[in-house]
Nanobody, 128 residues
Framework: QVQLVESGGGLVQAGDSLRLSCAAS????????MAWFRQAPGKEREFVAV?????????YYADSVKGRFTISRDNAKNTVYLQMNSLKAEDKAVYYC????????????????????WGQGTKVTVSS
């Protein structure tokens, strides 16, 4: 089991950058594929980015953030990051860290039903 705690959200202006962090508990962090999802007011939770388990050599992004956001992980610190550059008003949302136990696979989860664990969320507000 893993517990996730996000941090780094806040209020920024369009064009600014922000880095979110997600600290995970547990000794088997490296076996989890880690992802970020977001949920804007009145909308469903949507996929943002995912990084593979173990070395984190594989990443995948939603088209809406590709080229602007970068996901990475530091297994020594049990932490996953989301670097967000060139933020837009439409990036405003609550961002959730998510984990999937990939002890027996290398699947990259991009759907909410593929996620086993969620953080409590961190709010990102972008003013235009």
């Amino acid at each position: 089991q893993v517990q996730l705690v996000e941090s780094g959200g806040g209020l920024v202006q369009a064009g600014d950058s922000l880095r979110l962090s997600c600290a995970a508990s547990g000794r088997t962090f490296s076996f989890y594929a880690m992802a970020w999802f977001r949920q804007a007011p009145g909308k469903e939770r949507e996929f943002v980015a995912v990084v593979s388990s173990r070395s984190g050599g594989n990443t995948y992004y939603a088209d809406s953030v590709k080229g602007r956001f970068t996901i990475s992980r530091d297994n020594a610190k049990n932490t996953v990051y989301l670097q967000m550059n060139s933020l837009k008003a439409e990036d405003k949302a609550v961002y959730y860290c998510a984990a999937r136990d990939n002890s027996g696979s290398y699947h990259l989860p991009t759907r909410t039903y593929e996620i086993g664990y969620w953080g409590q969320g961190t709010k990102v507000t972008v003013s235009s």
